[in-house]
């Protein structure tokens, strides 16, 4: 059971390259998001997809776009990187936790993406 | 503004307790979340609050109180495996994800 799968791992661009992240997901999740986590700061939400086909900006969204071609897979792209954008990146799916209020979404992470841009 | 707050840094020994404590501002309130995350790997679940009161689960516990704007993890029983960092997390009235920076909790022998 891989939960969700991020590519790659690491990687390191120059300034003004493109890249895409990958997100893949087994567990039939609606819901996916991708988070940058930088030290000293909260998880920032980047953009989100509440189902195939759709997607939302979230806290962060300048810089990046994203896709959702298929339900399980979610990509973020960096069009002209820059050094600000040097951050761990964190692809989630969430799935409903019944309960008392009316359930929350949970989310399942994946590993994470370390990006450094020079 | 939105604000979550959370110690930066906490040392316990093992074997003892401890309380890393959130205390939000948000714009409403639909939930609490604490994720642990070790180092370099990805946070993961541990509890959800929505009403008020005490959560119990094995060694950890969390806690809810909406009026004061506050809540607590608690961990009996430390173990080593425990070092770890805890993410408080609020989700706001548009069922937005408010996550704190985080509490770097370090466990001595």
């Known amino acids: 059971n891989a939960g969700v799968t991020q590519t790659p791992k690491f990687r390191v661009l120059k300034t003004g390259q493109s890249m895409t992240l990958l997100c893949a997901q087994d567990m039939n999740h609606e819901y996916m998001y991708w988070y940058r986590q930088d030290p000293g700061m909260g998880l920032r939400l980047i953009h989100y997809?509440?189902?195939?086909?759709?997607?939302a900006k979230g806290e962060v969204p300048d810089g990046y776009n994203v896709s959702r071609l298929k339900k399980q897979n979610f990509l973020l792209g960096l069009e002209s990187a820059a050094p600000s954008q040097t951050s761990v990146y964190f692809c989630?799916?969430?799935?409903?936790?019944?309960?008392?209020?009316?359930?929350?979404?949970?989310?399942?992470f994946g590993a994470g993406s370390r990006l450094t841009v020079l | 503004g939105q604000n979550i707050d959370q110690p930066t840094e906490m040392t316990a020994t093992e074997g003892a307790i401890v309380q890393i404590n959130c205390t939000y501002q948000?714009?409403?309130?639909?939930?609490l979340f604490w994720y642990q995350q070790h180092a370099g790997e990805a946070p993961t679940f541990l509890s959800y609050?929505?009403l008020d009161g005490l959560e119990e689960k094995g060694r950890f516990s969390s806690f809810l109180s909406r009026s004061k704007g506050y809540s607590y993890l608690l961990l009996k029983e430390l173990q080593m495996k425990d070092s770890a960092s805890y993410l408080c997390?609020?989700?706001?009235?548009?069922?937005?994800?408010?996550w704190g920076a985080g509490t770097k909790l370090i466990i001595k022998p």
């Open positions: 997809s509440v189902g195939e086909g759709t997607t």
């Open positions: 989630a799916s969430s799935y409903v936790l019944a309960g008392e209020g009316g359930g929350a979404n949970v989310l399942t």
């Open positions: 997390a609020v989700m706001d009235s548009n069922y937005q994800l408010i």
């Open positions: 948000t714009s409403g309130f639909n939930g």
């Open positions: 609050n929505v």
